[in-house]
T-cell receptor, first 111, second 115 residues
C-alpha cells in the first residue's frame, strides 16, 4: 500500500464548479500536511498547509481528519487557471522537510 | 520569497555518460537539501536527504554509488547521475530548507533525457 494515496483523475469540471479532492495517508505518525499545485513540467508550488482545525484561503479550503487519516482540498468557483495537478504531501514528526507525496490528482477546468 | 535555483533546466546525454545537476539556494543558507525524482504521471519520490558537510542519507532502493550527492556548502548541493541509462530519464527536483522547521523551497527542476 502506498504511503500517500490520491485518485489520479482526471477531474474534468466546468468553470464555476466546486471540486473536492481527497488524499489518504497510511502512517499515523504523520505530523504535517500540505497541498501542492504542479503545472505541467514544472516544480510543485505550495498551495496551502493543512491544519487540524481546517483552513481556508480564498476559494480553497483544506481539511484534515486524523481519525480517518485523510486530508481534503475543496476548490470553489473553479477557474480555467486552476487546471493543474494537485499533490498532497505529508511529513512525519520531526522530519519536517522530508515530504512524502501522493501521485497527484489532475484537474482540468473547461470553459 | 526564497529562491532555489537548479541548473541545468534540461539536459540530454548519451547512455553511459555522467550528468551533474546543481541546486543552489540563492538568498538563504540551507542546512538541508532534498533530492526528488518524478517519472511521468507519478508522484515525486524522495531519493536522498543532503546535509551540509555530511554524507547524504539515501532512501531505500536508491543506489548511492549511482546517484552521487555532494552538499559542500550551505548554498549548494549537487546530484551526479553516473553512467546514465535511458531508464534514468526523469524530472529531478531539489528542495532546500533553512532549518528543520522552516518552509521548504523547491528548485525549478531538471529534465534529464538519456538517449
Amino acid at each position: 500500500r502506498k504511503e500517500v494515496e490520491q485518485d489520479p483523475g482526471p477531474f474534468n469540471v466546468p468553470e464555476g464548479a466546486t471540486v473536492a479532492f481527497n488524499c489518504t495517508y497510511s502512517n499515523s505518525a504523520s505530523q504535517s500536511f500540505f497541498w501542492y499545485r504542479q503545472d505541467c513540467r514544472k516544480e510543485p508550488k505550495l498551495l496551502m498547509s493543512v491544519y487540524s482545525s481546517g483552513n481556508e484561503d480564498g476559494r480553497f479550503t483544506a481539511q484534515l481528519n486524523r481519525a480517518s487519516q485523510y486530508i481534503s482540498l475543496l476548490i470553489r468557483d473553479s477557474k480555467l487557471s486552476d487546471s493543474a495537478t494537485y499533490l498532497c504531501a505529508v511529513s512525519l514528526y520531526n522530519q519536517g522537510g522530508k515530504l512524502i507525496f501522493g501521485q497527484g490528482t489532475e484537474l482540468s477546468v473547461k470553459p | 520569497g526564497a529562491v532555489v535555483s537548479q541548473h541545468p533546466s534540461w539536459v540530454i546525454c548519451k547512455s553511459g555518460t555522467s550528468v551533474k545537476i546543481e541546486c543552489r539556494s540563492l538568498d538563504f543558507q540551507a542546512t538541508t537539501m532534498f533530492w526528488y525524482r518524478q517519472f511521468p504521471k507519478q508522484s515525486l519520490m524522495l531519493m536522498a536527504t543532503s546535509n551540509e558537510g555530511s554524507k547524504a542519507t539515501y532512501e531505500q532502493g536508491v543506489e548511492k554509488d549511482k546517484f552521487l550527492i555532494n552538499h559542500a556548502s550551505l548554498t549548494l548541493s549537487t546530484l551526479t547521475v553516473t553512467s546514465a541509462h535511458p531508464e534514468d530519464s526523469s524530472f529531478y527536483i531539489c528542495s532546500a530548507q533553512r532549518t528543520g522547521n522552516s518552509p521548504l523551497h523547491f528548485g525549478n527542476g531538471t529534465r534529464l533525457t538519456v538517449t
